[in-house]
């Protein structure tokens, strides 16, 4: 679910998917959270109401002119109800709820983790990076923090974390987090998934995961 605030598409697992089917509240959000935002970004950016130029008169009749400004009008008019019509670029993903800033629902954090693993709590180094890593020059390897080949819920989630950090700002800083993300944490993180700054990512994940303890909040975590 979500909605539209100063051009700038608001989104959270307030409602969803999973109301009614996970029974922890905290859970439940957290991955009602990634179902809305999944929703809103295969949205189709073409809809019924876009338009095509009109093909303009430049023959002999005395009309034409006439006729060729009011062909453009219509086309303006309805093309500016087209672009009125497209999702605003601009989005806040929200996946935990409102907390005191620099604390972390952790059911929530996990619960976001694992909807965005494919409802998986752990997927190989290999399988994450086939799953989502745009192409060759990316890796997941940096969230194998304890170093066993698997990348788990508690330590995906730390990229979360860190995307929430980095929409606020370059440097990461834990008073930063707030529970929400944009476009600049996520490519912030992208661009940390890149196999040139993987020593540097390593660090950054494995800092957030021993500051929240993620490993023990996994224990007791339940998806359903």
């Known amino acids: 679910m979500y909605e539209v605030k100063n051009g700038v598409v608001k989104i959270d697992g307030a409602k969803g998917k999973y109301d009614n089917k996970v029974s922890d509240p905290s859970a439940r959000y957290g991955r009602n959270a990634v179902e809305n935002l999944y929703t809103y970004m295969e949205q189709p950016l ?3 109401k876009m338009t095509t130029a009109p093909i303009l008169d430049f023959g002999v009749n005395p009309n034409a002119a006439d006729n060729n400004i009011d ?3 219509k086309f303006l008019k309805e093309n500016d109800e087209y672009l009125k019509a497209l999702p605003p670029l601009k989005y806040e993903y929200r996946y935990m709820p409102q907390m005191q800033k620099g604390q972390v629902d952790k059911k929530a954090l996990l619960g976001a983790a694992y909807e965005e693993m494919g409802g998986e709590k752990e ?5 994450l990076d086939y799953r989502f890593a745009p192409d060759s020059t990316f890796s997941s390897k940096s ?3 304890n170093n066993d080949g698997k990348v788990d819920i508690a330590e995906y989630s730390s990229s979360i974390l860190a ?3 980095l929409s606020k700002s370059d440097v990461p800083n834990t008073s930063n987090i707030d529970g929400t993300i944009n ?7 992208l661009a940390y998934t890149q196999k040139s700054n993987t020593e540097a990512a390593a660090k ?5 995961y021993n500051t929240y303890n993620l490993g023990e909040a996994k224990k007791d975590f339940k998806a359903e």
Do not use: P
């Open 143 to 145: 969230l194998d923090i």
């Open 71 to 73: 062909k453009l009008d």
């Open 46 to 48: 073409v809809t019924d």
């Open 123 to 127: 997927l190989t180094v290999a399988e």
């Open 183 to 189: 476009k600049k944490g996520f490519d912030a993180v």
């Open 163 to 165: 995307a929430d950090m």
């Open 204 to 208: 950054l994940y494995s800092n957030i």
